[in-house]
């Protein structure tokens, strides 16, 4: 199958360009190196629209010439319209392609984004694993109930929510996010955060938080757990 994994342009940049930096969306490189990992014969794509800033008529022409058979966009709160506006631009390419969500928003409320017209699976939490047997499932042609993890709209329409998946106990089980496919060369830190002048590359050595700031989706997303990669993980991904 072909996978398109989407992030959606979201920033009106109003003359500052520049000024915040780009950073690579490793959580959609996550995801395409676990899934290659699993299972190498499916073709998988990374579109970076906010870092590209391409508008939605240039996102329906990347997404029309690759043609794909499920489409995963993460999926921020605040970038929430935006992401709605790209899965109605899958959806008139084809009804039969699946449009999966991930990321804060479906994580909080997973009914309710699935209820959304062009949404068919919402992601919960941690993504790699859901969304690999996501991939299985589809592939398979097997019911989605079996899939911890998500929630999802079924044939006749009906909303249903599965039961929550562990976290990653392992995180050096995972393999490096798939920058090969990332156009590496538009990301720059911003002004505040610059030691160079030379590109940067952005990196996750942990993940999780233990505390509950109020304005934060941190405890929702990962339970106030946090996990460490080992050391020699780390320098070997800097490597």
């Known amino acids: ?9 979201f920033t009106d940049y109003g003359g500052l360009e520049g000024h915040g930096g780009k950073a690579a969306p490793l959580n959609l490189a996550y995801l395409a190196a676990y899934v290659r990992e699993k299972n190498s014969k499916h073709s998988i794509k990374i579109l970076d629209c906010e870092g590209l800033r391409l508008t939605y008529e240039k996102t329906a022409i990347e997404i029309a010439a690759f043609d794909p058979d499920i489409v995963g966009i993460t999926a921020p709160t605040p970038a929430y319209p935006q992401v709605l506006e790209v899965a109605k631009i899958v959806k008139k390419l084809g009804k039969q392609k699946i449009v999966v969500l991930g990321g804060p928003h479906p994580t909080a409320f997973p009914l309710e984004t699935v209820k959304e017209e062009n949404i068919d699976i919402a992601v919960l939490g941690e993504g790699e694993e859901t969304f690999n047997d ?8 097997s019911d989605l109930s079996s899939v ?10 009906e909303s249903h929510l599965n039961k929550p ?12 996010p798939a920058r090969d496919i990332l156009p590496l060369d538009i990301y720059f830190p911003p002004p505040t955060k610059r030691v160079s002048d030379k590109k940067s590359g952005n990196m996750i050595t942990s993940r999780g938080c233990p505390y509950e700031c109020t304005y934060c989706m941190a405890r929702i997303m990962w339970n ?5 990669r080992g050391i020699k993980n780390v320098v070997d991904e800097i490597e």
């Open 1 to 9: 199958m072909k996978i398109f994994l989407i992030n959606p342009p």
């Open 134 to 141: 996501i991939v299985s499932s589809i592939e398979n042609n």
């Open 165 to 176: 998946r562990a976290l990653i106990k392992d995180l050096d089980s995972i393999p490096f």
């Open 224 to 228: 106030k757990k946090v996990r460490f």
């Open 148 to 157: 911890d993890g998500i929630s999802y709209k079924d044939k006749l329409g």
